[in-house]
């Protein structure tokens, strides 16, 4: 950018111009919209300039611009289209200290005039830095047939307006009051002079407030394991238009920054300071921003549904009236299945998958071990790692072959991910030794692909062995 784009204050400043014909006509039609105090020097100015003096509009002296003309000017247009009478009045004016603009002659000038469009007291300036005056003409013709004629006079109205509409939430609310008041109710109800406007500002504004309050909302978005890619799309646009975001601990800071930047950002797993929030603080504090119309959005690791307390949730929405909607998200099963190149479910191997949890409310969880012992079973275990010998003791209770593979995968799709390849023999020991402190998903009857493929040749003999993320397949 060689040229900062500014708005000089010209108020009550002198603005010189040194010419009478074309270029000065087309710069002084600008220059006449502000209220600077504009001189023209012109020994034969056209007819419009003769009549602009005559009506007060500007002063016009009719004679070549002497030295000491331009005292005080803030600004000097050079626009006598002859190449050496504009070096001699810039020249003039540069000793004066004005700013100087010469005509058609970007090299000389100190300062280059935008395309404008005015909606005063809105001025939209457009510059090109004189690469291509067409585009600024275009942009300029675009801009004035998308903008209201009466922008300037809503604007100027809408600015007495601005602290009663800060009843409405900052972001999104505020942002589509306005929108609407500029581009539709405004220009509708301008003609009607501006009490009508004003008038209608006070019935948009407790339309917007009572629409607010009905549509609070509460969008249970799961939001993956971790990596951003994993979002839906409609995870992200939610996320894009939250005005409160509550979150878990296991929500990844990439996922985070996706939220609109405007929106309030709760963490509801805070670890470290204290216990995390309990969980009806978690359900009165959703409950209570979408009462006042917010549009919150709560993040849970993977799929809301799958061991998220979402129902608890849900329940507190239901009972306070709260409008509420489930986007589905990849769950760490699915995601750390991929990691290890297989399939949750396999012609031949097994018909089902369970997905279970470690522990439950009352401490480790029981479940159907027996058939869960049987061979071909696979099983995606939450939150296993504490209750790996518990499970393990279990299974092998009720008949599972020690050798089953297991597969433990931390921070799945992260970039911290490891890969635990064991069996169920060795698991506890081999959990001991890996010392993970991130989330962590455990395959009951799975292998990598790559390990599994080995595993036909060389049987029984699993070594635990662990993999970063690069090395799993
Ligand atoms: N709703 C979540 C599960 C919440 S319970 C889902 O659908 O995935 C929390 C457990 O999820 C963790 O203890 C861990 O077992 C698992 N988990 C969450 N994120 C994970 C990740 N990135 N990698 C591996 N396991 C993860």
Redesign the pocket.
Known sequence: MDHFPIFLRVEGRRIVLSGGGEAALAKLRLLLKSTGHITVFSATPADEIVTWAREGKLRLERRAMAPGDTLCAALFYAADEDDAEDARTAAIARADGALVNVVDNLEDSAFITPAIVDRDPVTIAIGTEGAAPVLARAIKADLEARLPAALGPLARIGKTFRKAANALPFGRARRDFWREYYFDTGPADIAGGEDRVRAGLDALLAGHLQRRARDGHIHFV?A???DPDLLTMKARRVLDEADVVVY?R?I?KPVLELARREAVMIDAGKEGFGPSMKQEDINALIVEHAATGAQVVRL?????????RLDEEIDAADAEGIAWSIVP?????S??VAEIGQSLTKRGRNSSVRFL??HDMKGFADHDWATLARPGEVAA?????KSARFIQGRLIMHGADRHTPVTV??????PE?RILETTLDALPAALASADMS?????FYGLAPRAAAAAQRHVTNSYASTITPIQEAL
Do not use: C, H
Request: proline share 5%; aromatic share 4%; no cysteine.
């Open positions: 799961g993956g394991p971790g878990d296991l990844s849970k690791s993977g799929d809301a549904t799958v061991f998220g998200g990849i769950t760490s099963a995601a750390a949890t470690g275990i939450y939150m296993g790692k995968i931390e921070n799945a799709s992260r991910q991130g989330p962590a998903l455990t």
